[in-house]
Nanobody, 122 residues
Framework: VQLQASGGGLVQAGGSLRLSCTASGSALDEYNIGWFRQVPGKEPEGVSYIDDSGRYALYADSVKGRFTISRDSVKNTVWLQMNSLKPEDTAVYYC????????????????WGQGTQVTVSS
């Protein structure tokens, strides 16, 4: 499966963005999806995860209550709605896919898309 993340941009603190993760080559609903973010010099950080059914989601404590993950099998897309953005949310955001069980560790994901830059100004 080929993944493509999009929807990033520059936003002021307190603003919102919606990231999209679209798939080609395979049906996305066969996979659990994770959103990760990375800043230069640091390891990828898990942000949110959703299982292949869309019924179970997890969030990092740093984004809980502000970010919402969702998916639509017809549109073959997973979204990450990001509200109340903070400067510390600034990073390149990646979506990743894995079959089987939901996972929170980056290296457990088999497929990665190119990232999309999110910049939150103070």
């Amino acid at each position: 499966v080929q993944l493509q993340a999009s929807g990033g941009g520059l936003v002021q603190a307190g603003g919102s963005l919606r990231l999209s993760c679209t798939a080609s080559g395979s049906a996305l609903d066969e996979y659990n999806i994770g959103w990760f973010r990375q800043v230069p010099g640091k390891e990828p950080e898990g942000v949110s995860y959703i299982d292949d059914s869309g019924r179970y989601a997890l969030y990092a404590d740093s984004v809980k209550g502000r970010f919402t993950i969702s998916r639509d099998s017809v549109k073959n897309t997973v979204w990450l709605q990001m509200n109340s953005l903070k400067p510390e949310d600034t990073a390149v955001y990646y979506c990743a896919a894995r079959p089987g069980n939901i996972a929170t560790i980056p290296h457990e994901y088999n497929y990665w898309g190119q990232g999309t830059q999110v910049t939150v100004s103070s």
